[in-house]
């Protein structure tokens, strides 16, 4: 007759390996944490009148991880750039030495009469982090940015794909 210290341990070992065979690997493995600030370098400039492009360089160590989109705000307004496509958040993984582009379509139509017209706009590559601002002067955007109903492109491999993305060409 088994006791039951050797029947409860059996039940314990199926248990977990029918846990472990039943969450897929990607969660089976720890998260990647959030990129410290500190090892981030944030780039943007204008790629036209209603276009701005931002870029992310890791220079940290470890693999870590940004939200999936930029978060960008702008001077003096309420709320920020809506991600596109849109979706619940996520995030983004960055190795050593990884830069990542999002395009952020500012505005439209630069015409339109309902736009709204700033000097400077925030980046942050994490939702928890301050970021940088950028100046319309050092975006070299001329004297303001135009915006109105603003998307930003997820974090891609390249400055062309985030040209591409969806929302924003």
């Known amino acids: 007759m088994r006791s039951v210290a050797a029947t409860v341990a059996t039940v314990v070992a199926a248990t977990v390996a029918v846990l472990c065979l039943a969450v897929p690997p990607s969660r089976a493995t720890a998260a990647a944490p959030v990129c410290p600030e500190r090892t981030l370098t944030l780039r943007a400039s204008s790629a036209g009148p209603d276009v701005v492009r931002v870029s992310v360089t890791h220079h ?20 920020s750039a809506l991600p596109v496509p849109r979706s619940a958040t996520g995030r983004h993984r960055l190795d050593p030495g990884d830069t990542v582009h999002a395009a952020v379509r500012t505005i439209a139509d ?29 975006l070299g955007a001329g004297d303001a940015i135009g915006v109105w109903e603003p998307v930003t492109s997820w974090w891609q491999p390249s400055a062309a794909a985030a040209d591409r993305a969806p929302g924003i060409g």
């Open 110 to 138: 630069p015409s339109d009469p309902r736009a709204r017209r700033v000097d400077a706009l925030a980046v942050a590559a994490d939702p928890s982090h301050w970021g940088r601002a950028f100046t319309a002067a050092e």
């Open 60 to 79: 940290g160590g470890r693999t870590c991880t940004v939200g999936r989109a930029p978060t960008v705000t702008f001077e003096n307004l309420d709320g």
